[in-house]
Nanobody, 130 residues
Framework: VQLQASGGGPVQAGGSLRLSCAAS????????MGWFRQAPGKEREPVAA????????ALSNSVEGRFTISRDKAKNTMYLQMNSLKSEDTAVYYC????????????????????????WGQGTEVTVSS
């Protein structure tokens, strides 16, 4: 399995970016796909996740209402639409895949645990200037 994140770059506060995560190597039916970010000097934090088959999504409180996660099965690609960007959104964004999420990743709020993901992309940097 390979994950390739792209779409990052510099943007002004209040602007928008769309990140993409191209997945390859197998079919992703049943997978849980997630976005994480890591700012300089900080721990990696969860941003959003989506069930590949169901399309059910979860967002962290810090981005809810501004970010949207989606996936295109035909293109084997996951997206993170980021609107109303703030300087605190500056980070390297990583996509990840969990091959055996089970049924409680949403209700148990475990989607945000990095250690549950089996595969990681290389990251794409987002810099928001105020």
């Amino acid at each position: 399995v390979q994950l390739q994140a792209s779409g990052g770059g510099p943007v002004q506060a209040g602007g928008s970016l769309r990140l993409s995560c191209a997945a390859s190597g197998r079919a992703f039916s049943g997978y849980l796909m997630g976005w994480f970010r890591q700012a300089p000097g900080k721990e990696r934090e969860p941003v959003a996740a989506i069930g590949w088959s169901s399309g059910i999504a979860a967002l962290s409180n810090s981005v809810e209402g501004r970010f949207t996660i989606s996936r295109d099965k035909a293109k084997n690609t996951m997206y993170l639409q980021m609107n109303s960007l703030k300087s605190e959104d500056t980070a390297v964004y990583y996509c990840a895949a969990d091959r055996s999420p089970g049924g409680s990743w949403l209700t148990g709020a475990t989607w945000g645990r990095p250690d549950r993901y089996d595969y990681w992309g290389q990251g794409t940097e987002v810099t928001v200037s105020s």
